[in-house]
């Protein structure tokens, strides 16, 4: 059974970085490599909304917000996802969710909190 597994929330003030990693577990490779993965947040009171997404051949996309801040990249060796966000903003304060696009799977999510 696949597990997504996010790691490297924390507390930070803001204009500090955090590196958030995406693993998913017992996938395996063909499969991982030939789907798109995404980041999510969801901030208290507010829908979930998609802050990033590379497809299968490393094509990236951004919500606009964090463009020129948050960096995609993905490691298809290691079924890993890596979310690197500098310049953090307090309205960047947000549970973060990683998401497999064609098998749809989430992960639990990892707290990520900037404070100003």
């Known amino acids: 059974q696949v597990q997504v597994v996010e790691s490297g929330g924390g507390s930070v003030q803001a204009g500090e970085s955090l590196r958030l990693s995406c693993k998913a577990s017992?996938?395996?490779?063909?499969?991982?490599?030939?789907?798109?993965v995404e980041w999510h947040r969801q901030a208290p009171g507010k829908q979930r909304e998609m802050v990033a997404e590379?497809?299968?051949?490393?094509?990236?996309r951004y919500l606009d917000s964090v463009k020129g801040r948050f960096t995609i990249s993905r490691d298809n060796g290691k079924r890993t996802v890596a979310l690197q966000m500098n310049s953090l903003k307090s309205e960047d304060t947000a549970v973060y969710y990683c998401?497999?696009?064609?098998?749809?799977?989430w992960g639990q999510g990892t707290q990520v909190t900037v404070s100003s």
């Open positions: 017992r996938m395996i490779l063909s499969s991982f490599s030939s789907t798109a």
């Open positions: 998401h497999i696009r064609t098998q749809n799977y």
């Open positions: 590379i497809t299968s051949g490393r094509v990236t």
